[in-house]
């Protein structure tokens, strides 16, 4: 048995197959049984190890089903984790996701080491846009409100008045329009998720123009073609997506509302235009929905690995540090957003 921080020769043993073997049975239907012997020994170190360090792993929908079924405490879409990281009680946040997530974390609990497993894992919505731009709008339009995308990095979010998720963004464009007595808010920096709120409010909006590398290649003409191939087939859409795809498909929302759509509507035949990680996760617990293809790889969430996870608990890399002032400014946007749809306290 190995010591925290000491990387261990890892290796399928009949221990190892016995600790597992619950584990596998939850994957069984996405991963192939000749796979398990390489992730069963990486697994059961991981979860040997997060009790070890007082860690604990928040995923992304968009993990792997190994990472999402088998070592992760918690899973859920961006607003799901941020609120995980900000109630849970573990010394160490491991966020199997990419860094504008592990940032929020940090931000929302700043005295917890929370450690990304591959720096890299980016984001072009958190790359189209810099504190400076948003300093630039605000000079533009002083008196309009800032709505940032929590996809967006720490800097920028500290130049904003609230963030929003896919989850909360008409709700947070109108709680923050109405608190400021305004018809018109910027929201940053996705343009195709603004044009979707603003086809769903009366606010008005001024976008930026960040997309989605992923999103962005879906269209219209995908949801006609799959729907003439496959009559009857439901197409669930992330509202990253363009709006004239938002307005074809039969649900838009969060990675985990299309998961509640599938989980509750069942329906037989689904096409999810979203990552490809989403319908293997669904998949692996509801077998009798068929997922149709397309889906789109997003390289960022896929540079986080099983082995980068070990990897990272082990060595306590790599951590996520976030300016103390720039933290206190975009704490402040970021609770706005948590209290906007929690229910108020009964008045006595
Ligand atoms: P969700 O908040 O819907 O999980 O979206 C995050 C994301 O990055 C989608 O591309
Ligand atoms: Fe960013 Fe798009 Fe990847 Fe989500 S899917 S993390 S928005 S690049």
């Known amino acids: 048995m190995s010591t925290a921080g000491t990387p261990t020769k890892l290796s399928y043993t009949p221990e190892v197959a016995a600790a597992t073997r619950d584990l596998y049975a939850k994957v069984a239907n996405v991963v192939p049984e000749i796979e398990w012997p390489h992730f069963a020994p990486v697994i059961a170190e991981i979860n040997r190890l997060k009790k070890e360090r007082g860690a604990v792993i928040l995923a992304h929908n968009y993990q792997t089903p190994e990472i ?204 999810m235009l979203t990552e490809c990680s989403m319908a293997d996760n669904i998949a692996a617990q509801v077998r009798d929905v068929e997922f149709l293809r397309p889906c789109n790889l997003c390289p960022h969430m896929k540079r986080i690995t099983l082995d980068k996870i070990l990897r990272s608990l082990q060595t306590m890399t790599h951590e996520v540090k976030v300016d103390a002032t720039v933290a206190a400014r975009a704490k402040a946007a970021v609770e706005r957003m948590l209290a906007v749809g929690k229910p108020k306290p009964a008045v006595h």
């Open 68 to 271: 999402f079924h088998c070592v992760a405490d918690f899973v859920g879409d961006s607003l799901q984790l941020a609120r995980e990281a900000a109630k849970t009680d573990a010394k160490v946040i491991v966020q199997a996701g990419v860094h504008f997530m592990a940032e929020t974390s940090k931000i929302l609990s700043p005295e917890k080491t929370v450690l990304i497993p591959d720096l890299e894992a980016g984001c072009s919505l958190a790359a189209s846009i810099t504190g400076a731009d948003v300093r630039l709008l605000k000079q533009k339009y002083p008196n309009l409100p800032v709505v940032t995308y929590v996809n967006t990095s720490a800097e920028v979010k500290a130049e904003s008045d609230i963030t929003c998720t896919s989850s909360n963004a008409v709700a947070v464009v109108e709680s923050i329009a109405k608190e400021r007595g305004v018809d018109t808010v910027i929201f940053i920096p996705d343009k195709f998720l603004a044009q979707n709120v603003a086809n769903q409010t009366k606010i008005k909006i001024i976008a930026w123009h960040g997309r989605c590398e992923v999103h962005e290649r879906f269209t219209a003409e995908d949801i006609r073609r799959f729907k003439a191939d496959h009559p009857g087939a439901v197409v669930l859409a992330h509202p990253e997506c363009p709006a004239e795809v938002v307005a074809e498909c039969d649900f838009a929302g969060s990675t985990s509302a299309m998961t509640d759509y599938v989980n509750t509507k069942r329906p037989a035949r689904v096409v």
